[in-house]
């Protein structure tokens, strides 16, 4: 059975750091690009981050580049979002999701979700 769980949110200040986790069971992440994806009340739900399988190529939305970091451990079956510099307005429900469209040109995707976890950026 595929699943993905996410882990890692909670209540930062502005300007700090969190790191979110997506555990899978049932495949091996690397087999497949993997996305984050967020999605804030009365938005739509946004592609933040994807690493791609083969040579693990990441690619960022606009707004957190430079900020959140994808990375990947095989060992684990896990993939990462370090986020730093938190904004308020990086305060939504994040999901992983495979397999994903993972380019410069856009993140989408997936047909795997996990059940998403909170973040909230706030003093």
């Known amino acids: 059975q595929v699943q993905l769980v996410e882990s890692g949110g909670g209540l930062v200040q502005p300007g700090g750091s969190l790191r979110l986790s997506c555990a899978a069971s049932?495949?091996?992440?690397?087999?497949?690009?993997t996305g984050w994806f967020r999605q804030a009340p009365g938005k739509e739900r946004e592609g933040v981050s994807c690493?791609?399988?083969?040579?693990?190529?990441?690619y960022y939305a606009d707004s957190v580049k430079g900020r959140f970091t994808i990375s990947r451990d095989n060992a684990k079956n896990t993939v990462y979002l370090q986020m730093t510099s938190l904004k308020p307005e990086d305060t939504a429900v994040y999901y992983c999701?495979?397999?994903?469209?993972?380019?410069?040109?856009?993140?989408?995707?997936?047909?795997?979700w996990g059940q998403g976890t909170q973040v909230t950026v706030s003093s």
């Open positions: 690493i791609n399988s083969e040579f693990g190529t990441t």
């Open positions: 049932g495949f091996s992440l690397d087999e497949f690009a």
């Open positions: 999701a495979t397999p994903v469209s993972c380019s410069s040109e856009d993140i989408l995707g997936g047909d795997y």
